[in-house]
T-cell receptor, first 118, second 112 residues
């Protein structure tokens, strides 16, 4: 079945450690996104990528890094510079044409990764 | 002014009633609007999308968009306990831009 796979489901980070969250999609979508959700809050955009080998900062990019070497994959690294990483991380994707998204094309989400500090 | 405003709730309705969820937005350039449902501990799932003024119906769900007044609403008819969740509204600016802006969500509780 086509979809977006995030792994791991739960992740624990030690002080000073970088951790990487995986996001893979087999929907042939051009655009991929990373969001952070804190309890009782909406989604805040961390990074997004409209096409392979290109990505842009979202609203809260500090302390995070991404890469987009393959269309199917958009991993997110939470670095030690992110002092408050505990949150629910969601990856999303949608279709597009030449890197641009057609009007009305919704984003579809993976099941998420819960990150906590040890 | 926040870009997207939703009443956080909880909004409680009896089973079988109509639940009305509202969302206002500040950017007049917004073109596409989406309603997502999020169960506790789960990821959001798309319920409705709308980008023309008026109503759009899908089963028990009706999305309403009024661009002049800058609001979008979601009506859920014959509410069921399984509809109990947080409903997030989101919008995208026109021009093919990719980013969605999300509201903080309204918690809906459907009571037996």
């Amino acid at each position: 079945d086509g979809g977006i796979t995030q792994s791991p489901k739960y992740l624990f980070r030690k002080e000073g450690q970088n951790v990487t969250l995986s996001c893979e999609q087999n929907l042939n979508h051009d655009a991929m996104y990373w969001y952070r959700q804190d309890p009782g809050q909406g989604l805040r955009l961390i990074y997004y990528s409209q096409i392979v080998n290109d990505f842009q900062k979202g609203d809260i990019a500090e302390g995070y890094s991404v890469s987009r070497e393959k269309k199917e994959s958009f991993p997110l690294t939470v670095t030690s510079a992110q002092k408050n990483p505990t949150a629910f991380y969601l990856c999303a994707s949608n279709t597009g044409t030449g890197g641009m998204v057609r009007e009305g094309q919704p984003q579809h989400f993976g099941d998420g990764t819960r990150l906590s500090i040890l | 002014q926040k870009e997207v405003e939703q009443n956080s709730g909880p909004l409680s309705v009896p089973e079988g009633a109509i639940a009305s969820l509202n969302c206002t937005y500040s950017d007049r350039g917004s073109q596409s609007f989406f309603w997502y449902r999020q169960y506790s501990g789960k990821s959001p799932e798309l319920i409705m999308s709308i980008y023309s003024n008026g109503d759009k119906e899908d089963g028990r769900f009706t999305a309403q968009l009024n661009k002049a007044s800058q609001y979008v609403s979601l009506l859920i008819r014959d509410s069921q306990p399984s509809d109990s969740a947080t409903y997030l509204c989101a919008f995208r600016l026109g021009g093919g831009g990719n980013k969605l802006t999300f509201g903080t969500g309204t918690q809906l509780k459907v009571e037996l």
